[in-house]
């Protein structure tokens, strides 16, 4: 775990990742139909990834998108578990598929 950890750091810092995501989100969140969140963490425990054993109960798409919410700030959600219309994770040269 710490070193999917310490991957997902040094892949974060990325000059190309960081500018990818910021003027994806950006151009997702101008559409005004959608909500956009950036690096979320979503409840995975509940669905069927046979396929994805390196996933357990969490991922953290580096954008995801909903159907316009408000947000309540005196109330946080730790774990989405509602999933999102889509999730985008941006790869790099580095992160293993």
């Given amino acids: 775990m710490l070193e999917e950890s310490n991957a997902e750091e ?3 810092g990325s000059l190309n990742h960081s500018y990818i995501q910021a003027n994806l989100a950006w151009l997702l969140k101008n559409l005004k139909i959608y909500s956009v969140f ?3 963490s979503l409840n995975i425990s509940q669905l069927e990834l046979s396929d994805c054993e390196s996933l357990k109960n969490e991922a953290k798409p580096d954008i995801c ?3 316009k919410m408000s947000i309540d700030c ?6 989405m578990s509602e999933m999102p219309l889509l999730a985008i994770e941006i790869l790099s ?3 293993p598929v």
């Fill in 10 to 12: 040094h892949e974060m």
């Fill in 38 to 40: 950036t690096k979320l």
């Fill in 65 to 67: 998108i909903y159907p």
């Fill in 74 to 79: 005196s109330r946080d959600i730790i774990k």
């Fill in 93 to 95: 040269p580095i992160q």
